[in-house]
């Protein structure tokens, strides 16, 4: 179906044809090009008057996490130049701006995955325009396998470290000529996801837990795999031996670029299936468990993200007013 762009006015459309032009001819048309990224960026705040400060992806069955947002403005991914479009059921392919509470957002509802054809410097590449509209912190969710015995359908685990198996093997969203405007030819990751976010990620967690909640919250290592197939159960035992406690397909490459480009990086994932780790379990892993899992726990998940997103947006305003560029 074709998709058909209004301006609203002539300066407008002056500024999509310029980019348009210039973003046919680069070299690196796939996504890496910093002035690409910088005209799809230019396009969105072209359109709208809303300057984000916090930048959230919605993973399979999280979706409704933009439901809390009050929007000003949204995008299909398809009407945005350039844009990779999400192809897999649980991401609506929306990019929406608006306010939790007081805090500016931008918010992907539904990202794009290696698995769909998609090369990894496309699939950061939201990521990247969130840097360029104005994001400082980026909050990404996603659906994952329990490796860790003790994880349960439904927990959550926040992420304080990674296993990027895509990386391992050659394939990185940084790989090919660096540009020094985005960051550093090497980027060190012992600290990509942000301590203090985690912290505050945990006490507000904890405030659930006192009230009775029956959602038990943990903080433990992610591994990304390339899929779309689950893991063997000879996959699944190496990842347990290796300490590994939830297992998926997205988030890491993502939290490599934005901490490449000096984005505040923190991402949870919610236990949607305990792995199988023995041969004769009938029980399979499959999709649509993955969106149940994510509905029923979709009202904690909705509440928890919005009271750390007014967590973060309260500590850059008190250290905006102390005279300090956003959040150390």
Not at 75 to 101: C, D, N, Q, W
Not at 133 to 160: L, Q, W
Not at 237 to 243: F, I
Request: aromatic share 10%; glycine share 10%; hydrophobic share 40%.
């Amino acid at each position: 179906m074709d998709c058909v762009i209004t301006f609203r006015t002539r300066r407008d459309y002056r500024l999509y044809r310029s980019f348009i032009r210039s973003a046919s001819k680069n070299l690196f048309v796939s996504g890496s090009s910093y002035e690409l990224i910088k005209g799809i960026a230019d396009f969105l705040l072209s359109r709208t008057d809303l300057r984000p400060k916090i930048g959230i992806i919605c993973g399979s069955g999280l979706g409704s996490v933009a439901t809390i947002l009050d929007v000003k403005k949204e995008f299909s991914y398809s009407e945005i130049p350039h844009f990779p479009r999400s192809t897999v059921p649980g991401h609506a392919g929306k990019l929406l701006f608006g306010y939790m509470g007081n805090v500016a957002v931008m918010c992907m509802q539904g990202r794009v995955h290696f698995y769909e054809g998609y090369d990894l410097v496309k699939c950061v590449m939201p990521v990247r325009v969130m840097k360029l509209c104005g994001v400082t912190h980026i909050i990404m969710s996603n659906a994952a396998g329990g490796v860790n015995e003790k994880y349960n359908v439904g927990d959550i685990m926040i992420v304080k470290d990674h296993v990027n198996f895509l990386g391992l093997g050659g394939l990185n969203p940084l790989r090919g000529p660096n540009d020094d405007r985005w960051g550093p030819r090497f980027v060190a990751l012992n600290k990509a996801y942000d301590q203090w976010m985690r912290k505050k990620a945990k006490e507000l967690a904890s405030q659930y837990q006192q009230q009775g909640s029956r959602t038990t919250f943990h903080e433990g290592v992610y591994a990304v795999v390339g899929g779309p197939n689950f893991e063997t159960v000879a996959e699944l035992r190496m990842l347990r031996k290796m300490g590994i406690d939830a297992v998926g397909m997205s988030t890491a490459t993502e939290a490599i670029a934005a901490h490449h480009c000096g984005m505040t990086v923190f991402a949870f994932s919610l236990i949607t299936n305990k792995c199988v780790l023995e041969y004769d379990v009938e029980e399979m892993p499959n999709h649509e468990e993955v969106i149940e899992s994510g509905l029923k726990q979709e009202s904690l998940v909705k509440d928890w993200v919005s009271s750390l997103v007014q967590a973060v947006g309260n500590q850059w305003l008190m250290h905006t007013e102390k005279g300090c560029n956003g959040l150390d």
